[in-house]
Structure formats: C-alpha cells, structure tokens
C-alpha cells in the first residue's frame, strides 16, 4: 500500500521567511496530493492541492511542487504570518478512495 | 452551509467501557470517512462509506470496533471493549464525489481511555 513520509516533524522560522515542508511517496499509481493545515482543538483543513498532471500550483503565498519521477513533492509557504504556525500534513491518493497522510510538520512561525 | 461536525469533542472512558462517536457528514455528501490519530504519529485511514455501505474498512484495526451509517446520512464508530490503545483523535471527513476532490474534515472527538 502506499506509505508516505514527511520531514521536518518540526520546523521553526523567523516571521518573513520562507517554510518548506517535504513529502515523498510509494505508490506510483498516486495522483492527488493534498496538504492540510491543522490549527489547535480544529480539524485539518485543505489549503491547496496538485494532481500527477501538473508540476506546480500557487496560490498567494503558498505553493507545491510535485516530482513525478522521484515521488517527491514539496509545499512552501513565503513571507510566513504568525497565523500560519499549525501542523501541516501532506498525503496522496490513487483517487479511489482512501487518503494516506504524512505524520505532519509542526510549523513555528517565531516573531 | 454546515460542515462535518462530530459529537462528543471530547470522551474519557475506563478501559472496558464503550464509546460510540458520531459523525453529521455534509449534507448530500455520499462520501464519509473515519480516520484516527494516535499521539504524535499520522493520520491512519479506518474506513469509508459510500452512502450506507462500506466500501474500504481495511485500516480498521479490529472487531472492537463497529462503524455504521444507517440510511447513508450520520454515521457511527463503537468501540467496545475500550482498550488503552484505542487513545487518540477520532476524524470524519465527508466528501462528494470519489477521488481526487476535496475531503472535508470534522473537528474530532478526542477519546482518552483510562
């Protein structure tokens, strides 16, 4: 089955800065690949996804890149905001049905 | 419009006991999902409905635990007999159509087992 990895599992930045969290895959029948944002005592909530037919989306300040070949794909968030320190969570699907999700990056935005 | 709401947010039980969770996905929504969190590790898939029929209970970690979705609106998670283990965040999420659209997550229930 499909197993993903995320890194870091923490990752503090100085408010401005950029943040870049890192995923990869297994399965390469994967073709959806959402990220999410989990604020304390909330559900996640999607921020942006990308499908295997595309290299790279932006939206405002957040932006994800995916590498088919290497099974890669990446989410970076520019000029980071106090309200952006939450988990993030990566995950893939084949588009059947289930969701497989990263163990999530602790984002720290330090003022 | 409603999202996915959960109920209770929170649940302390001996072990032994019995928990039921609920889950109002989003109103037309066909898709309901159950995934759980365990402290500090990911968010691991349990099952997912469509309608009122199962269609994946593969991440259900075993017969303790019952989910149901009568009539293909609400749904349900038991667990019976509750093991420390079975500790963590209970998520629901429900979406439209399957595959590749966006899912839309409850807030969980939170379930400390004692």
């Known amino acids: 089955g499909e197993n993903v990895e995320q890194h870091p599992s923490t990752l503090s930045v100085q408010e401005g800065d950029s943040a870049v969290i890192k995923c990869t895959y297994s399965?390469?029948?994967?073709?959806?690949f959402p990220w999410y944002k989990q604020e304390l005592g909330k559900g996640p909530q999607l921020i942006i996804d990308?499908?295997?037919?595309?290299g790279e989306k932006k939206d405002q300040r957040i932006a994800v890149t995916l590498n088919k070949t290497a099974k890669h794909f990446s989410l970076h968030i520019t000029e980071t905001q106090p309200e952006d320190s939450a988990v993030y969570f990566c995950?893939?699907?084949?588009?059947?049905?289930?969701?497989?999700f990263g163990k999530g990056t602790r984002l720290h935005i330090l003022p | 419009e409603a999202g996915v709401t959960q109920f209770p947010s929170h649940s302390v039980i001996e072990k032994g006991q019995t928990v039921t969770l609920r889950c109002d996905p989003i109103?037309?929504?066909?898709?309901l999902y159950w995934y759980r969190r365990v402290m500090g590790k990911e968010i691991k898939f349990l099952l997912h409905?469509?309608?009122?029929?199962?269609?994946?209970e593969s991440g259900m970690p075993n017969n303790r635990f019952l989910a149901e979705r009568t009539g293909g609106t609400y749904s349900t998670l038991k667990v019976q007999p509750a093991e420390l283990e079975d500790s963590g965040v209970y998520f629901c999420?429900?979406?439209?159509?399957?595959?590749?659209?966006?899912?839309?997550f409850g807030q969980g229930t939170r379930l400390t087992v004692v």
């Open positions: 999420a429900s979406s439209q159509v399957i595959g590749g659209t966006e899912a839309f």
């Open positions: 399965d390469s029948a994967s073709n959806y």
């Open positions: 990308i499908r295997s037919n595309v």
């Open positions: 995950a893939a699907s084949s588009g059947d049905d289930k969701i497989i």
């Open positions: 109103s037309g929504h066909d898709n």
């Open positions: 409905f469509v309608k009122e029929s199962k269609q994946d």
